[in-house]
């Protein structure tokens, strides 16, 4: 109860969901054999940590940033350059975690102070404009940064696949740097998303919800919003910029594609708005769903389509061809958002039956 | 060292219109001051250049001594001037207690306080739910704002102004919407504030019964300027109020 903060799942399903997932996870490189699974789950539990600090800004306070892959990127880039430039070792990382970090919370702090004191659609404006430039600044410096290629670089020794702690003999596979690498990202992301989850629990987080509620009334009882704002815009650019560097430590890269894009903000959005807004756990349903759909509903439908033209079925086999899996997912989102308009989260909470 | 809030010249101005204009009061602890006078002649619009929801054009705001014109309505909080507002205004979607727990958790000064839950903090929880008693919702507290009736919700506004425990007590018409039956629980209230005799209190107030049973003064506001002003018996009985504010000219009224 401590460690969630007093705010528990307060729905039985939700909960064995959670458990579920959090279990699968846990268990993924024992279980589940080969390495799509394995990156399957690191994506999962670096964009769980990433939609959640997401969720801290657009669910708790209502305000919305563009800007949140920009400071994804800048943890990503400040690894792949530090480990790229320096070397592959932990002082490099080090160096990484003690310049990125802080550069995130000084843009955040910066663009908080700049443009939360008006209203948020130019808070939305301004973190639009300062990601782009961030895009195209990244591109651009390719002595620093590879422009459109990205960097690829090298992991510090104990992270590598070539390291081996136990030998195939024991689970038939070997345990090496790699399962290293993976359960560093999940204890690390565990952490992030517990730590959100006791800040928007603390009489701060209150307040940012009583921010969303109503600004006017907040700033008449004597809160001056604007610093909580900005405050949560800084606690979430740091949050997004430690899942950036994870995300770069386990894929030993960092370019546009995989940091900065736009498509990536879209990610995340449709995640928060999946597993349920201003919740927190959501952010780990949504990203469970939206990712595993991403990377399965592809060989999913290629099942079904088989099985349909077996089946001697007219028009079927053509509509679940595996090209057509970017159209399934467009459906699979407008139906949930229409049927879970509070996500799956605010979906089993308010259940029937739920426990309160 | 007496509290005493004063407006000196106190003017707004939104383009060629004058909302407040040049208004001169002050207002002493212990005094129950009631603001009247016709729709639009400024009572909100001057409730709002001293509470800073709106930054006067000119003159001048103290309270206690001290300039507060260029204060912002937080810090205009924090420095003692509690304000109910006229449309109800609260925080929708939470909880009643969480409103009121709100607003102590403001006046703690507890603000940015996030590294232990919120549930930690028993003392501001029970002192939200002591206010809650206080105004007659205590049975209501767990429910959503927005699903309270009107007259509760007015009383919830006027809890989050209890709960700041201010020095300046501004009600903007407290019982404006409410049935009969819910109005002798403000009136109560406001009745208790005015015993303790270090608050100033203001009341916009349509309701002349309200206005001559708990003011100790009267202000009259029309077209934004003071034109009255003094004991309530004198105020209702001058002609300019009698005309202006009632509606009858004084002949006819004589």
Redo the contacts between chains.
């Keep these: 109860m401590?460690l969630l903060?007093?705010?528990p799942p307060r729905s039985r399903a939700l909960s064995i969901l959670l458990v579920v997932i959090i279990l699968a996870l846990l268990a993924t490189p024992f279980i589940f054999p080969g390495a799509k699974a394995l990156n399957v789950a690191a994506k999962i539990c670096i964009f769980a940590a990433l939609v959640a600090s997401y969720d801290l800004l657009l669910g708790y306070t209502g305000s919305v940033s563009f800007a949140h892959t920009m400071f994804y990127g800048i943890g990503s880039y400040a690894i792949a350059i530090a480990l790229y430039g320096l070397g592959p070792n932990w002082t490099s990382v080090a160096a990484a975690v003690a310049a990125g970090l802080p550069l995130a919370l000084l843009l955040a702090l910066a663009i908080g102070l700049f443009s939360l004191r008006v209203e948020a659609i130019f808070f939305a404006m301004i973190t639009l404009a300062v990601a782009s430039a961030f895009l195209v600044l990244a591109s651009q410096l390719s002595w620093l940064t590879g422009g459109e290629d990205g960097r690829s670089f090298q992991l510090p020794e104990l992270l590598r696949p070539g390291t081996v702690f136990i030998g195939k003999e024991w689970f038939g596979f070997p345990i090496n740097g790699r399962i290293l690498t993976y359960y560093l990202v999940l204890s690390a992301c565990a952490l992030m998303i517990l730590a959100l989850l006791?800040?928007v629990?603390?009489?701060?987080?209150?307040?940012l919800?009583?921010i969303r509620?109503?600004r006017?009334?907040?700033?008449?009882?004597?809160?001056?919003?604007v610093?909580?704002l900005t405050?949560a815009n800084c606690?979430a650019a740091v949050i997004a910029a430690g899942a950036g560097m994870l995300n770069a430590l386990w894929l030993r890269y960092a370019g546009p594609d995989t940091s900065l894009s736009f498509s990536i903000m879209l990610d995340i959005l449709l995640m928060v708005v999946i597993g349920g807004m201003g919740t927190i756990y959501g952010a780990i349903i949504g990203a469970a769903i939206f990712i595993l759909a991403q990377n399965y509903l592809q060989a999913l439908m290629s099942i079904a389509s088989t099985a349909a033209a077996d089946a001697g079925l007219p028009l079927l086999p053509g509509l679940l061809h595996p090209d057509r899996w970017l159209l399934w997912l467009g459906l699979l989102f407008i139906a949930s958002v229409y049927f879970f308009p509070t996500g799956v989260v605010g979906r089993l909470r308010n259940k029937p039956g739920a426990s309160r | 060292m007496t509290l005493t809030l004063e407006t000196r010249d106190l003017t707004i101005r939104f383009g060629g219109h004058v909302a407040v204009n040049s208004v001169s009061c002050s207002f002493r602890p212990g005094e129950l001051t009631a603001i009247v006078g016709p729709n639009g002649a400024g009572k909100t619009t001057y409730f709002n250049l001293i509470s800073g929801q709106l930054a006067a054009s000119s003159g001048t705001i103290l309270f206690g001594g001290r300039d507060i014109t260029g204060l912002s309505a937080p810090l205009r909080t924090r420095a003692g001037l509690g304000r109910a507002f006229q449309l109800t205004n609260l925080f929708p979607n939470l909880s009643v207690e969480e409103n009121v727990r709100l607003a102590v958790q403001a006046q703690s000064g507890v603000h940015y306080d996030l590294l232990r839950p919120w549930m930690a903090r028993r003392d501001l929880i029970a002192r939200a739910d002591a206010i809650l008693d206080q105004v007659a919702l205590g049975s209501r507290r767990g429910v959503t704002a927005t699903t309270l009736s009107h007259g509760d919700q007015r009383k919830l506004e006027v809890a989050l102004m209890m709960a700041l425990q201010p020095d300046v007590f501004m009600f903007d018409e407290p019982t404006a919407g409410m049935s009969i039956d819910e109005v002798p629980v403000v009136l109560d209230l406001i009745g208790k504030l005015k015993q303790d005799r270090s608050k100033i209190i203001l009341l916009v107030e349509h309701k002349m019964d309200v206005v001559r049973s708990l003011a100790d003064r009267i202000i009259v506001l029309h077209n934004g300027q003071l034109v009255a002003d003094g004991k309530p018996a004198e105020v209702i009985a001058s002609p300019i109020v009698q005309e202006a504010y009632l509606g009858v000219s004084p002949r006819s009224a004589a």
Excluded: C, K, W
């Design positions: 401590m903060s007093g705010d006791r800040v629990n603390s009489p701060f987080g209150r307040v919800q009583a509620e109503n006017f009334r907040a700033e008449a009882l004597g809160y001056r919003t610093f909580h405050y606690i």
